[in-house]
Nanobody, 127 residues
């Protein structure tokens, strides 16, 4: 069972920055590494559907972003420590949401279907 845990959320003013961290564990007994997983960052605001905002492939390091965050958010991985980060710059009030990381054993962000989920971390951006 893959376990994911997010951290780094908080309250920030519009235009500010936050870095979210997602630490993955539990896949080593299966002989896997983060190289074999896609990690996605999702968010859900009150009254809205959950949306995927960023994704990184452990296989080749390719990334993908939803248009609303492209150029402001950057997803990266630290495979030595089984961590994936979401650097969020120039935050806007509409970025306020609970942010989740999710994983699946797959090779590409395209066709990625999240199987394992973290508990989420709240990001609040004040105007």
């Amino acid at each position: 069972q893959v376990h994911l845990e997010e951290s780094g959320g908080g309250l920030v003013q519009s235009g500010g920055s936050l870095r979210l961290s997602c630490v993955a564990s539990g896949f080593i007994p299966y002989g896997d590494t983060l190289d074999q997983y896609v990690i996605g960052w999702f968010r859900q605001a009150p009254g809205k559907e959950r949306e995927e905002v960023a994704c990184i492939s452990g296989y080749d390091g390719s990334t993908d972003y939803v248009a609303s965050v492209a150029g402001r958010f950057t997803v990266s991985s630290d495979k030595a420590n089984d961590r994936v980060y979401l650097q969020m710059n120039n935050l806007k009030p509409e970025d306020t949401a609970v942010y989740y990381c999710a994983a699946d054993k797959y090779y590409s962000c395209h066709g990625f279907d999240a199987l394992y989920w973290g508990q989420g971390t709240q990001v609040t951006v004040s105007s």
